[in-house]
């Protein structure tokens, strides 16, 4: 660690905290710090976006825990920017609002926070390493706690009402279009499902989730329009669906019903009625009747 000298006031912690509770080595550098300097500032360093898989905390949970754990210490924060240079303007900004325009600043970076090595900062910078840790897994005892409880009630109830997107596809050949039935339903529907974060556009996930559901080999999919899909598992929350609707023309294959689709049966486009979907799917089918088979 970078001795302090007279004329170093500040140390000042970059790190992003996303911790249940602080690690008994982070714990251990920062008193050591606070033992060596007048002030230590923690800057928390914040994803541009709330409470996602990484970044389970927002920035008010991790400075109440960091506050608990070091009530003599400054807490500030800063959210990555667009660019490396807008980002290192963020947390400067941070550090000058704690300590005015002083120099005698000496920055101690967890590698783990934003990948700050490229950033371009007017201070000296010591990048620190942070032992591996095994990740934290909720026990059985830790659920059956009542903070447990509150946790994720917390969690839920902060989200903002959500659009789940979704694709359906008319598998189309000549003046036939194949659709699917799952188990326990009686009537047909369009084959389609969620968009996965690896899909890289709506027409991709269209195609992938028309062939993995019936082994097909189809073309392009043809956008035709959107949706709002009233799944009977969303009608009591506010969350819900909206699917992109598209016609993809078979290629090849022989159809066979996988996933989560129990039949595939080939209909004529110009005989079907609404009455031939499941209740949900009926809207789908009147968007592509109006803007023409």
Known sequence: MTQ????????????????????????????QLQNQFPEVILVIASAPIPSSKNHPLDIETRKLMLEKEFPN?????????????????????????EVGESKDCQLFVFKESNNLTQYELSYPI??????EYAPHIISDADRSQE????????????????????VDVAIVSGDKVLLGRKPQQALFRFIGGFIDPEDDCFEDAAIREAEE???????????????????????????????????????????TAQDDIEEL??????????????????????????KGF
Do not use: C, M
């Not at 903070?147 to 979704?166: D, I, L």
């Open 4 to 31: 302090n000298t007279s004329s170093v006031l500040y140390a000042v912690v970059v790190g992003t905290f996303q911790q249940i509770e602080i690690g008994a080595f982070e714990k251990a550098f920062i008193n």
């Open 73 to 97: 210490a400054k807490i500030a924060s800063f959210k990555k920017q667009i660019s490396a240079q807008a980002t290192s303007q963020a947390l400067e900004n941070a550090i000058i609002k």
């Open 265 to 290: 049966r080939w209909f004529d486009i110009t005989s079907l009625t609404e009455q031939d979907f499941v209740e949900e799917h009926r809207v789908i089918f009147r968007l592509w009747e109006k």
């Open 126 to 131: 010591e990048w620190v390493d942070l032992p």
């Open 147 to 166: 903070a447990y409880r509150v946790g994720v009630f917390q969690t839920v109830r902060a989200q903002y009402p959500k659009v789940f997107p979704t």
């Open 213 to 255: 559901e019936t082994g097909l080999k189809l073309t392009k999919a043809r956008y035709i329009g959107t949706a709002k899909i009233d799944d009977w598992r969303y009608r009591e929350e506010v969350d819900k669906i909206i699917t992109s609707f598209f016609v993809a023309e078979y290629e090849g294959g022989t159809p």
